[in-house]
């Protein structure tokens, strides 16, 4: 009997117990997927819970908002990309040891290629602008910088931008930072990268239900002509930045197919097996969805 679960908060919408339960069946597997909410503070809560995985009671986590970083603390060893990024989302026991690792990266990086094949064509090294600087824009920011990007990060705090640019400081000569408000001001040397942007990825909860209304993106600036836009949002399936985009004439995407491949490699890590994606994504394809 395989146990898997995810950690974080709040829980209580997660689409990831039909996304694992989907590949479980797949690959004709017994076990179930639970969740585990654990306020941002607690850190008893995490270490009883990653005991558990230690003594072979859980076969694997996933981890999400607000843990991605503090469950570090806990665990024994990284993989190589879990540790250039800074941030896990995933746990594995391995030879008595808990290894943190991140399918974040791979599985967005996975999912926009598909994106971009489909919607548009880049040529050479591109432009893009990252907006936020949590555990989930690390892990884009990585994938874009080792995929031979340029990146801009924006965040609502120069320092917290700073802090995320000063991580990876191996790509310094394609990587900078700004406040989200400077992208709305014309005034600042920003308003040449945003005229040649080739992509714009949200990695802020913004436009997620309940506020579906709300878009990182300035009211009255419009897009670059040239920008292809992809949102980590994925409820609504279609967010207020992704219509936008659209009305612009912009491609546009939500971060289902991302959710859908992270959790594929996770569970290939976990298991040994490959889960059908097709299977995974048809489980949530009619459903009403939510946060990881």
């Known amino acids: 009997m395989i146990r898997l679960g995810l950690i974080g908060h709040p829980l209580s919408h997660s ?12 690959c004709g597997l017994a076990g179930d997927y639970s969740l585990f909410p ?14 558990r995985v230690r003594r072979g009671e859980i076969h694997g986590l996933n981890v999400t908002i607000p843990h991605k970083q503090n469950v570090i603390e806990f665990l024994d060893d990284l ?18 040891k808990l290894i943190g690792a991140n399918t974040d990266a791979p599985g967005f990086l ?41 990146v801009t990060i924006a965040a609502r705090r120069r320092e917290q931008a700073q802090q995320l640019a000063e991580s990876f400081m191996n790509y310094k000569s394609r990587i900078t ?11 600042t040397n920003l308003q040449s990268p945003v005229s040649d942007l080739s992509l714009i990825v949200n990695t802020t909860p913004v436009g997620m239900t309940p506020d579906i209304n709300r878009s990182p993106w300035p009211q009255n600036l419009p897009f670059p002509a ?50 059908s ?16």
Request: charged fraction near 20%; aromatic fraction near 6%.
């Open 79 to 96: 993989t190589q990309t879990a540790s250039a990024i800074g941030a896990v989302n995933l746990i594995h026991r391995q030879d008595d």
């Open 177 to 187: 930072f700004c406040t989200l408000s400077e992208i709305d001001d014309h005034s």
């Open 226 to 275: 040239d920008a292809a836009i992809y949102d980590l949002v994925y409820n609504p399936r279609q967010t207020r930045l992704a219509r936008d985009a659209h009305s612009q004439g912009r491609p546009a995407i939500t971060g289902l197919g991302m959710l859908i491949e992270q959790a594929a490699l996770a569970f290939q890590i976990w298991t040994g097996y490959r889960p």
């Open 110 to 150: 996975s999912d926009l290629k598909r994106f971009l094949i489909t919607e548009t064509q880049r040529h050479g090294v591109s432009n893009a602008l990252v907006l936020g600087a949590g555990g989930s824009a690390r892990a884009v920011v990585y994938s874009l910088l080792h995929d031979g990007w340029k």
């Open 277 to 292: 994606r097709e299977v995974m994504f048809a489980s949530v394809s009619h459903s009403s969805v939510s946060n990881l």
């Open 38 to 51: 654990i306020l941002p503070d607690d850190k008893q809560g995490l270490k009883d819970l990653l005991g």
């Open 15 to 26: 689409l990831s117990p039909v996304i694992q339960t989907a590949a479980l069946q797949s």
